[in-house]
């Protein structure tokens, strides 16, 4: 599959979320409709989407965030519709990331991925990704 892959705009946001649903993605305090207005207005292009337009079961098939703070790219909401997968849509939009990020100067970048999640582990390393066994990831909640 060569898919096209394009940034979000506010209209896929419902999309989006809907997708994330279908895709089983564990959900967050920031997967809401608000979350995503406040990542697109502060970097309008880290939302990455595939959309397979008119086609048969089309509409957004794929998603994923990459995020740069000006000193390290991170990617976060790789997902895709389970009828669509095993079809390079992930992998496609990880290279689309990597380009994206790699434009802005990063040269590093971590993927997020929960460790019961073998199909996503499997993924991140047929990509080429390593997990990293020397870190542990600290999480504090600031909103409600």
Same mark, same amino acid.
């Given at each position: 599959?060569?898919?096209?892959?394009? !940034?979000?705009?506010?209209?896929?946001?419902?999309?989006?979320?809907? +997708?994330?649903?279908?895709?089983?993605?564990?959900?967050?305090?920031?997967?809401?409709?608000?979350?995503?207005?406040? +990542?697109? *207005?502060?970097?309008?292009?880290? %939302?990455? #989407?595939?959309?397979?337009? @008119?086609? $048969?079961?089309?509409?957004?098939?794929? !998603? +994923?965030?990459?995020?740069?703070?000006?000193?390290?790219?991170?990617? /976060?909401? %790789?997902?895709?519709?389970?009828?669509?997968? @095993?079809?390079?849509?992930?992998?496609?939009?990880?290279?689309?990331?990597?380009?994206? %990020?790699?434009?802005?100067?990063?040269?590093?970048?971590? $993927?997020?991925?929960?460790? =019961?999640? =073998?199909? *996503?582990? $499997?993924?991140?390393?047929?990509?080429? /990704? #390593? @997990?990293?066994?020397?870190?542990? @990831?600290?999480?504090?909640?600031?909103?409600?």
């Amino acid at each position: 599959m060569d898919p096209t892959i394009r !940034t979000a705009e506010l209209a896929d946001l419902p999309a989006v979320l809907a +997708l994330w649903r279908a895709a089983d993605s564990i959900p967050s305090v920031t997967d809401s409709e608000a979350g995503l207005r406040t +990542l697109l *207005a502060r970097d309008p292009e880290a %939302l990455l #989407v595939v959309d397979a337009g @008119r086609e $048969a079961g089309g509409g957004i098939v794929g !998603t +994923l965030i990459a995020a740069w703070d000006g000193w390290r790219g991170s990617f /976060y909401r %790789l997902a895709v519709r389970p009828e669509r997968r @095993r079809q390079g849509v992930a992998a496609a939009l990880v290279r689309a990331g990597e380009e994206r %990020l790699a434009r802005l100067g990063a040269v590093r970048i971590t $993927a997020i991925v929960a460790d =019961h999640e =073998h199909a *996503a582990v $499997a993924l991140w390393e047929a990509v080429g /990704y #390593v @997990r990293q066994a020397d870190r542990s @990831r600290f999480v504090r909640e600031l909103a409600g």
